[in-house]
């Protein structure tokens, strides 16, 4: 018997970005899932433009580090991440309120695969170093009242020497 193989192409897009909407979606059919929205920097430092994205959270271990983070994200924190998203697509909606109201928009999504930094008002809480030969990866939190553990692809993490660093094997 014969087993044919499946190929793919993948489109990853990488940035940085500050995390909206954290939430947990509970669909009429499947599994409930994490999603947020990213407001993705672009342009010159001295004059930021944002694209945002609105993220399914595809890897468990970036989900379970944005959860983390949903006091501050709450409590109007900026928490920032530099990001991996895969399958970058656009989708059109209709507007239902406002003085746009019956126009068509457009929303751009994808799934959010990898987190390999966060910082919460500008101070460094996690940053994961990926070595691709990796097979068993590792990772160290840095945070004085966080416990996670991240498996994809990071091999260590360091920051904020003042914080305790947790150590994690995947």
Not at 52 to 71: E, G, M, S
Not at 149 to 158: F, H, L, R, V
Request: a positive charge.
């Amino acid at each position: 018997m014969t087993t044919k193989l499946t190929s793919y192409f993948d489109l990853h897009t990488t940035g940085i970005g500050y995390v909206n909407r954290l939430r947990e979606v509970t669909p009429k059919k499947g599994s409930s899932f994490t999603a947020c929205t990213i407001s993705a920097m672009r342009g010159e430092s001295n004059a930021v433009e944002y694209t945002y994205i609105d993220v399914r959270v595809y890897n468990q271990d970036a989900a379970n580090l944005l959860w983390q983070y949903k006091d501050a994200l709450d409590n109007k924190q900026r928490v920032t991440i530099s990001f991996r998203i895969g399958d970058l697509y656009a989708e059109t909606f209709e507007y239902k309120n406002g003085e746009r109201k019956g126009e068509i928009g457009i929303s751009l999504k994808g799934r959010l695969i990898a987190i390999t930094s966060i910082s919460v008002n500008g101070e460094s809480v996690y940053r994961a170093i990926y070595n691709p030969t990796s097979e068993l990866p590792k990772a160290n939190v840095v945070s004085s009242d966080t416990n996670v553990s991240i498996s994809a692809g990071c091999i260590e993490s360091t920051i904020n020497a003042s914080s305790k660093p947790l150590n994690a094997v995947a």
